[in-house]
């Protein structure tokens, strides 16, 4: 890790909270937690009285399922970016082990591979 200074360590992980922060809102919003995985959510519950209700709901979970199932998805990269920046492992491509370039840390800093190997 000795290629990222202090400071832009810092910034990246005030990134990635910030970014984390943001998805936990939004996956409030979109779905709702089960056995700690998300899953994609409409508003209404239970049976419908109006078949036009009932559409919208089909429609809403429709949306909701694939859009909570990428917003996951990167809440868990996040996590990963941050327990690797905890690990002192942070800034290391998986793959061929050679430093990240900072740039592209700062384009996706949850990044864990280098160009390379992307």
């Given amino acids: 890790m000795t290629h990222i200074s202090e400071d832009e360590l810092n910034d990246l992980r005030a990134t990635l909270e910030a970014e984390r922060d943001s998805l936990d809102e939004e996956l409030a919003t979109h779905g709702k937690k089960i056995d700690n ?3 994609g959510d409409s508003e209404s ?3 419908e009285a109006d078949p036009s209700d009932a559409a919208d709901n089909i429609e809403e979970l429709v949306t909701n399922v694939p859009l909570v199932s990428e917003l996951d ?6 996590d990963a970016a941050l327990e690797r920046m905890d690990k002192g492992t942070f800034g290391v491509c998986s793959v ?3 430093p990240i370039d900072i740039d592209r840390l700062e384009a996706n800093a949850a990044a864990k591979t280098c160009v390379a190997h992307a």
């Fill in 37 to 39: 995985k998300w899953q």
């Fill in 45 to 47: 519950k239970g049976e």
């Fill in 73 to 78: 998805k990167r809440h868990k990269e996040i």
């Fill in 96 to 98: 061929c082990k050679e």
